[in-house]
Antibody
Framework: QVQLQESGPGLVKPSETLSLTCTVSDGSISNYYWSWIRQPPGKGLEWIGYIYSSGSTNYNPSLKSRVTISVNPSKNQFSLRLSSVTAADTAVYFC????????????WGRGTKVTVSS | SYDLAQPPSVSVSPGQTASITCSGDKLGNKYVCWYQQRPGQSPVLVIYEDRKRPSGIPERFSGSNSGNTATLTISGTQAMDEADYYCQAWGSSTVVFGGGTKVTVL
C-alpha cells in the first residue's frame, strides 16, 4: 500500500518561504496527481494545488501567486513552496494522492504542523 | 469561485441514522466525495463518485447527489463514527471542500 510522508521545518518566520516535501513510498509517483492540502487550527480543509507526475500543475486561485509545487520522480518526491507567509498560513499541511474524475483523494499523509511566527 | 455549504454540526443517537448535506450550485452535475476526519488524524475517503465506497469502508456509509444537494448518510451510527465530515467536488477547474460537519453521537 502506497504511503506518504511529509517533511520540513515546523517553524517559519513571517515573510519567508515555507518549504515541504512529500515522499511516496511502496509505490511509484508516475502516472498520478499529487496534491497539497492544509488545515488551519480548528478549521476546515483547504486545497492548495496539485501536480501530475509529468510536471503539469493546478493551483487554488486564492494562493496561486505564492505557491509552487514541483515533482522529483527520481526521488519519488513532490514539494511545496509557499512564499511570503503570514500567521494565516499556520496550519497542518497534508500531502495526498488525487485520483481525477471523481475518485477523490484516496491516500493521505499524516500531516505536518507548520507555525508561522517570529 | 465555487462554494460548498455544510451544516456545522449534526447530532445522532447510537443506532440511528445521520444525514449530512452538502449544497452547491448544480452540484448534481458534479461528482462528490466525502471524507471522515477523526480528531488528530488525517482525513479518510469514505465515498467517491457520489455513492461508491472504497474498500474497507462499512456498508452503513452511503451517498447520493441530485439537484443542488449531495447527502452522506450513516445508517446504524456507531460511537466510532463521531468525527468531522467534509464533502469535496471539482468546481471552476479547482478542487473545493465544504466547510465540514461535526457529527456527535449522543
Amino acid at each position: 500500500q502506497v504511503q506518504l510522508q511529509e517533511s520540513g521545518p515546523g517553524l517559519v518566520k513571517p515573510s519567508e518561504t515555507l518549504s515541504l516535501t512529500c515522499t511516496v513510498s511502496d509505490g511509484s509517483i508516475s502516472n498520478y496527481y499529487w496534491s497539497w492540502i492544509r488545515q488551519p487550527p480548528g478549521k476546515g480543509l483547504e486545497w492548495i494545488g496539485y501536480i501530475y507526475s509529468s510536471g503539469s500543475t493546478n493551483y487554488n486561485p486564492s494562493l496561486k501567486s505564492r505557491v509552487t509545487i514541483s515533482v522529483n520522480p527520481s526521488k519519488n518526491q513532490f514539494s511545496l513552496r509557499l512564499s511570503s507567509v503570514t500567521a494565516a498560513d499556520t496550519a497542518v499541511y497534508f500531502c495526498a494522492r488525487w485520483l481525477d474524475g471523481g475518485y477523490g483523494f484516496d491516500i493521505w499523509g499524516r500531516g505536518t504542523k507548520v507555525t508561522v511566527s517570529s | 469561485s465555487y462554494d460548498l455549504a455544510q451544516p456545522p454540526s449534526v447530532s445522532v443517537s447510537p443506532g440511528q441514522t445521520a444525514s449530512i448535506t452538502c449544497s452547491g450550485d448544480k452540484l448534481g452535475n458534479k461528482y462528490v466525495c466525502w471524507y471522515q476526519q477523526r480528531p488528530g488524524q488525517s482525513p479518510v475517503l469514505v465515498i467517491y463518485e457520489d455513492r461508491k465506497r472504497p474498500s474497507g469502508i462499512p456498508e452503513r456509509f452511503s451517498g447520493s447527489n441530485s439537484g443542488n444537494t449531495a447527502t452522506l448518510t450513516i445508517s446504524g451510527t456507531q460511537a466510532m463514527d463521531e468525527a468531522d465530515y467534509y464533502c469535496q467536488a471539482w468546481g471552476s477547474s479547482t478542487v473545493v471542500f465544504g466547510g465540514g460537519t461535526k457529527v456527535t453521537v449522543l
